[in-house]
């Protein structure tokens, strides 16, 4: 059965090609959204960028039909530009000159002509939607981009094997899973045998050989760290495989995501020079502002952005016995090119070739803002992202509709692509009780 359904401005910022997402029903857009995402058309920022697609899109359909009688669009359903023939006030005592009100007043509006017609008001904003409910319209949250992130996928299995099974994955290194055992490429497995006093073992899924193969994880660990629990192993297992092109950490403060990412890329870049560059990157809330807000030099400006990730990296290169394994220190590497610390604010139109790239803080990005960065890679790069999907400063996105747990849900299974996700922490014992219960 056709819907109507009806957008709010939000939506449009936050997906411009969601007009094209709504199948077969018909999609209405109060007058009043327009008059709003005109005034974010000059913005630098990523919603600035999204509310003049949203312009250049609905201004294409008009080459197709007139809006105001609606115009065919996806699959069946049409498009149109509703204006009200006056702007009423509501029977309840809400303030008239609000946008929101204005576009719940074109909602109720729509809903009335068309009793016959499900009329679904559209919308990001929680309070919008339950205000919206009050006033007896039927809502939704706009999802198509969206992750449940309380099901998202943490990159690891448990895979159960005979006795015989499992002492061929230690002599050979490698074993076929099960019979009926479906597995995704790059996911972690602990391998347990079916003996009185089970024993377990790590690996991960190589789906072009089709088996489990043991971890490739240093004894003595990378770059003086070593993994402290399971999900750490896996995650350097991952970190250190070239063939693994996308990495994607999630996890809780205190869980290691930044040093281990920071540790298997100083080692393959400083200490096996399979990459060109180090190049550490993190958001600057908003992304796009300028940083000339800000006083002092470059180095200065970015300073208090990037202290984290500088206080990781002198753990490492000082504490973590790096002089002892002939790496050159923090300013030498700097001075060298080999390791480079920016911010994301222009990286557009950069190419990054056999650079090996960490993105900090990456669930503060939109989906579109991480395909940007990804699509900057170039031949014989591999790029990690890492971030806590519930420590968001951007307001454009929560933890379901942010870059980071989008792209680790989007693709997973893909070859080149693998993804983890942490739960235990061990910055101490302080930070977990934090982390957990506050």
């Known amino acids: 059965m056709k819907k109507n359904y009806v957008l709010d401005t939000n939506v449009l910022l936050h997906d411009p090609h969601a007009i094209l997402k709504f199948e077969d029903n018909d999609l209405i857009i109060p007058i009043y959204v327009l008059e709003e995402i005109d005034n974010f058309k000059r913005d630098a920022t990523e919603v600035g960028r999204n509310a003049r697609t949203v312009s250049r899109l609905l201004d294409a359909q008009r080459a197709i039909g007139s809006l105001s009688t609606g115009v065919k669009i996806g699959e069946g359903g049409t498009l149109r530009v509703h204006v009200p023939e006056s702007r009423k006030e509501l029977a309840i005592a809400l303030n008239p000159a609000s946008g929101d009100h204005a576009i719940l007043q074109t909602a109720i509006e729509v809903r009335d002509r068309s009793p016959g017609v499900p009329t679904i008001f559209v919308t990001m904003d929680v309070n919008l939607r339950i205000r919206a ?65 089970p024993r377990t073992a790590l690996g991960r899924f190589h789906a072009e050989k089709g088996d489990i193969r043991a971890l490739k994880v240093p004894r003595e660990g990378v770059m003086g760290i070593r993994p402290r629990n399971r999900e750490q192993s896996f995650t350097l297992d991952l970190l250190l495989d070239d063939n693994v092109r996308l990495v994607t950490v999630v996890g809780k ?63 490492l290169l000082v504490s973590g016995g790096a002089k002892r394994r002939g ?112």
């Open 253 to 315: 403060a205190g869980t290691g995501k930044t040093l281990l990412a920071l540790a298997a890329g100083l080692k393959r870049t400083a200490e096996d020079g399979s990459y060109s560059r180090l190049l550490v990157s993190r958001p600057v809330m908003p992304m796009g502002r300028d940083l000339g807000y800000l006083p002092g030099s470059i180095e200065e400006k970015l300073d208090p952005w990037m202290q984290p990730i500088f206080d990781n990296l002198e753990f």
């Open 133 to 197: 409910d009050a006033l007896g319209l039927a809502t939704e949250a706009y999802e198509n981009q969206a992750v449940d992130i309380d099901h998202l996928d943490t990159g690891m299995v448990e895979v159960a094997v005979t006795m015989a099974a499992f002492d061929q994955f230690f002599e050979a290194g490698a074993v076929e899973p099960p019979a009926g055992e479906r597995l995704y490429a790059n996911v972690s497995v602990m391998l347990r045998d079916d003996s009185p006093r």
């Open 327 to 438: 790496i050159r220190g923090f300013d030498e590497l700097f001075e060298s090119g080999q390791l480079q610390v920016e911010p994301l604010t222009y990286i557009r139109g950069r190419s990054l070739p056999q650079q090996y790239v960490i993105v900090d803080e990456a669930q503060n990005l939109t989906p579109h803002e991480v395909k940007t960065i990804i699509t900057r890679c170039g031949e014989g790069a591999k790029i990690v992202l890492t971030g806590d999907p519930f420590q968001i400063d951007n307001p454009y996105v929560d933890s379901a509709s942010n870059g980071l747990t989008v792209t680790a849900d989007r693709l997973r299974g893909e070859s080149l692509v693998g993804h983890i996700l942490l739960s235990k922490g061990e910055r101490s014992e302080l930070a977990n009780i934090a982390a957990n219960k506050l």
